[in-house]
């Protein structure tokens, strides 16, 4: 079934999965706020549009997939945004990590206006995207996740229905308190090895086999241990996701100790301009703290 | 072999058994002396102290809870090293710091004897079947030549390094441990504060990078707040501490394990001695002012 799709934001996400709809039959009408991004979709049989609004026009489904919160609000909710050119009954999906507070009030807003929405954000990065195996994770009604599962089957795999608008947003900020908090654990356990004179990769080893073993422990224990800081998840990326998480937290009076710990080493890491490194590089602010530095 | 075997507890008691069963003739002593019954009974030989077991067996296994037992049981007055001849070797299976092993271990290296310190992870039931994970510090040949008693016990049995590195793959296991475990209560508390059924967020993370095998046992544990049963609180509470002890020592930066460490603490303070260590996400509920005794 060939849905009419309106997209919005072509960055490095944003790109291949619109790409993907397109290639899987569906019509697409772009929109970026650089034109010289919209040019491989225009290529690829796309419509360009001139403004989010334009995008939305005729669209059943308009998909964002943009950098942080006040780009989804701007996007949405501003002059020229989607709410001024979306159809009632049309549902605006976005696939951007945002604050889950955030998302529910534009889907408030949107659904006074007859808009249904979706929170929709993805883990996966860019390589996900571009194989169209991202993982997915959807807030908001059951009866419109069911509308959309055709296009989110274009772009994922490890689809899930996490509950009301919200949801998703809140199921990726447990991602990234996870991931980030399982990184912080074992860049300190290797720095705990290293500094005792041990084999960190037999110690590691060692880990894989028990209770301790995680897929973080796997891979990025290993980037570690290599030095290979290569992305992977970009660590300004994830610093990011974790603001939103700490100012959710701030929001609702939440104590995330540990979520919070792992956000400073993420801004002090990024504060020595290494932003652009795989967020495994959180080694490199343990073993600055245990007086390791150019150690290995 | 002749093996000794001190302290008959509830990891101890079915370690020993595996040895008889392995064709091991043993000599034992328990400080209760109602915990050797089983094993005489089986056909084990009661000594009547931990020199008397050193004066019969070739290598003695310690399985007692604390580094001053330890030292106590090997150095002390009536004592292992007392009664033992030169060649004699100990492996010590219990968790205590890297340092006082070291310090044993030189020791009895000055009498011409070994000490393997070989902490083991997998718990009661690994102990049971035979199937522990042992990871073991000290001279290499003599670990080889342990081989035919460590294959009683465990299965995945690796060699870390020099004296004590046993201990650090063991600290560093339980590092990642107790910090992965405020990880995982931390997003559960995320998810609730939001309003969001932690169930199907646990299935989307189990399949991504979040995933790891504490997140599936001690994710389910705390979904259905089983706080009693597993893995007492009471040893990782223990164990994070020599773990910090260590780093005091060796001048390591670890703020995550630090920060476990108080909410093990405050467990700790509320009847600690009763809980599974998934009991934290009591700690880190009430620390926002989220009554336990709502439905998660």
């Given at each position: 079934m060939r849905i009419n799709v309106g997209f919005i934001g072509l960055g490095i996400m944003g790109r291949p999965m619109a790409l993907n709809l397109l290639k899987a039959g569906h019509k697409l009408r772009v929109y970026a706020?650089?034109?010289?991004?919209m040019q491989p979709l225009i290529d690829a049989g796309a419509i360009a549009c001139t403004s989010p609004a334009d995008a939305s026009h005729g669209s059943d489904v308009i998909i964002t997939m943009v950098s942080d919160t006040p780009d989804v609000e701007q996007v949405v909710?501003?002059?020229?945004?989607?709410i001024a050119g979306a159809a009632k009954g049309s549902v605006v999906v976005d696939m951007s990590t945002i604050s889950p507070v955030t998302a529910r009030e534009i889907a408030e807003t949107l659904a006074a206006n007859g808009v249904e929405m979706l929170d929709a954000p993805v883990s996966g990065g860019d390589i996900g995207a571009i194989h169209g195996t991202l993982s997915i994770m959807v807030g908001g009604k059951p009866e419109v996740f069911a509308r959309v599962k055709p296009l989110f089957e274009v772009m994922g795999k490890n689809i899930v229905h996490i509950g009301s608008n919200g949801a998703g947003q809140v199921a990726k900020g447990c991602n990234q308190i996870l991931a980030g908090v399982t990184i912080e654990a074992i860049a300190e356990a290797m720095t705990l090895a290293r500094k005792n004179g041990a084999d960190a990769y037999q110690v590691r080893e060692a880990l894989l086999g028990?209770?301790?073993?995680s897929k973080v422990l796997e891979i990025h224990g290993k980037r570690m241990l290599d030095r290979?800081?290569?992305?992977?998840?970009?660590a300004r990326l994830h610093r990011k996701d974790l603001r939103i998480v700490m100012d959710t937290a701030a929001k609702m009076n939440i104590s995330l100790q540990q979520a919070g710990l792992v956000a400073q080493h993420l801004n002090a890491l990024v504060g020595r301009g290494?932003?652009?490194?795989?967020?495994?590089?959180?080694v490199k602010v343990i073993e600055r703290a245990s007086g390791m530095e150019g150690a290995q | 072999m002749k093996v000794g075997f001190i302290g008959l507890g509830s990891m101890g008691a079915p370690m020993a058994l595996n040895l008889m069963q392995g064709g091991h003739q043993l000599f034992v002593w328990s400080r209760r002396e109602e915990t050797t019954r089983p094993l005489v009974n089986a056909g084990a030989t009661r000594c009547a102290s931990p020199k008397e077991v050193g004066a019969q067996a070739e290598a003695i296994v310690l399985v007692v809870t604390t580094g001053h037992d330890v030292e106590q049981v090997v150095l002390?007055?009536?004592?292992?090293a007392s009664g033992a001849k030169p060649g004699t070797v100990i492996i010590d299976c219990g968790t205590i710091p890297p340092d006082t092993t070291r310090r044993i271990c030189k020791e009895l290296r000055a009498r011409g004897m070994q000490m393997l310190d070989s902490p083991v992870s997998g718990g009661e039931t690994g102990a049971q079947a035979g199937t522990l994970s042992i990871m073991v510090g000290g001279d290499a040949s003599t670990f080889d030549r342990m081989q035919p008693i460590y294959r009683c016990l465990g299965k995945t049995i690796l060699h870390m390094g020099e004296s004590g590195s046993g201990q650090v793959a063991k600290a560093c296991n339980q590092l990642t441990l107790v910090v992965m475990i405020q990880g995982i209560a931390e997003a559960m508390v995320f998810a609730r504060a939001n309003g969001v059924d932690f169930k199907p967020i646990w299935e989307a993370l189990m399949k991504g990078f979040a995933g790891s095998r504490m997140l599936e046992v001690f994710g389910a544990r705390m979904m259905n707040r089983e706080f009693v049963a597993g893995l007492p609180a009471a040893l990782h509470h223990k164990d994070i501490h020599i773990v910090l002890d260590n780093a005091q020592s060796t001048k390591t930066s670890l703020p995550a394990g630090a920060l476990a460490a108080q909410a093990f603490n405050a467990l700790m303070a509320q009847e600690g001695t009763r809980w599974d260590s998934a009991a934290i996400l009591k700690v880190v509920e009430e620390m926002s002012g989220i009554s336990s005794r709502d439905r998660t």
């Amino acid at each position: 079934m060939r849905i009419n799709v309106g997209f919005i934001g072509l960055g490095i996400m944003g790109r291949p999965m619109a790409l993907n709809l397109l290639k899987a039959g569906h019509k697409l009408r772009v929109y970026a706020r650089r034109v010289e991004s919209m040019q491989p979709l225009i290529d690829a049989g796309a419509i360009a549009c001139t403004s989010p609004a334009d995008a939305s026009h005729g669209s059943d489904v308009i998909i964002t997939m943009v950098s942080d919160t006040p780009d989804v609000e701007q996007v949405v909710l501003g002059t020229q945004g989607v709410i001024a050119g979306a159809a009632k009954g049309s549902v605006v999906v976005d696939m951007s990590t945002i604050s889950p507070v955030t998302a529910r009030e534009i889907a408030e807003t949107l659904a006074a206006n007859g808009v249904e929405m979706l929170d929709a954000p993805v883990s996966g990065g860019d390589i996900g995207a571009i194989h169209g195996t991202l993982s997915i994770m959807v807030g908001g009604k059951p009866e419109v996740f069911a509308r959309v599962k055709p296009l989110f089957e274009v772009m994922g795999k490890n689809i899930v229905h996490i509950g009301s608008n919200g949801a998703g947003q809140v199921a990726k900020g447990c991602n990234q308190i996870l991931a980030g908090v399982t990184i912080e654990a074992i860049a300190e356990a290797m720095t705990l090895a290293r500094k005792n004179g041990a084999d960190a990769y037999q110690v590691r080893e060692a880990l894989l086999g028990g209770f301790a073993n995680s897929k973080v422990l796997e891979i990025h224990g290993k980037r570690m241990l290599d030095r290979d800081f290569k992305p992977g998840f970009k660590a300004r990326l994830h610093r990011k996701d974790l603001r939103i998480v700490m100012d959710t937290a701030a929001k609702m009076n939440i104590s995330l100790q540990q979520a919070g710990l792992v956000a400073q080493h993420l801004n002090a890491l990024v504060g020595r301009g290494l932003g652009e490194e795989d967020s495994s590089a959180i080694v490199k602010v343990i073993e600055r703290a245990s007086g390791m530095e150019g150690a290995q | 072999m002749k093996v000794g075997f001190i302290g008959l507890g509830s990891m101890g008691a079915p370690m020993a058994l595996n040895l008889m069963q392995g064709g091991h003739q043993l000599f034992v002593w328990s400080r209760r002396e109602e915990t050797t019954r089983p094993l005489v009974n089986a056909g084990a030989t009661r000594c009547a102290s931990p020199k008397e077991v050193g004066a019969q067996a070739e290598a003695i296994v310690l399985v007692v809870t604390t580094g001053h037992d330890v030292e106590q049981v090997v150095l002390g007055d009536e004592g292992v090293a007392s009664g033992a001849k030169p060649g004699t070797v100990i492996i010590d299976c219990g968790t205590i710091p890297p340092d006082t092993t070291r310090r044993i271990c030189k020791e009895l290296r000055a009498r011409g004897m070994q000490m393997l310190d070989s902490p083991v992870s997998g718990g009661e039931t690994g102990a049971q079947a035979g199937t522990l994970s042992i990871m073991v510090g000290g001279d290499a040949s003599t670990f080889d030549r342990m081989q035919p008693i460590y294959r009683c016990l465990g299965k995945t049995i690796l060699h870390m390094g020099e004296s004590g590195s046993g201990q650090v793959a063991k600290a560093c296991n339980q590092l990642t441990l107790v910090v992965m475990i405020q990880g995982i209560a931390e997003a559960m508390v995320f998810a609730r504060a939001n309003g969001v059924d932690f169930k199907p967020i646990w299935e989307a993370l189990m399949k991504g990078f979040a995933g790891s095998r504490m997140l599936e046992v001690f994710g389910a544990r705390m979904m259905n707040r089983e706080f009693v049963a597993g893995l007492p609180a009471a040893l990782h509470h223990k164990d994070i501490h020599i773990v910090l002890d260590n780093a005091q020592s060796t001048k390591t930066s670890l703020p995550a394990g630090a920060l476990a460490a108080q909410a093990f603490n405050a467990l700790m303070a509320q009847e600690g001695t009763r809980w599974d260590s998934a009991a934290i996400l009591k700690v880190v509920e009430e620390m926002s002012g989220i009554s336990s005794r709502d439905r998660t």
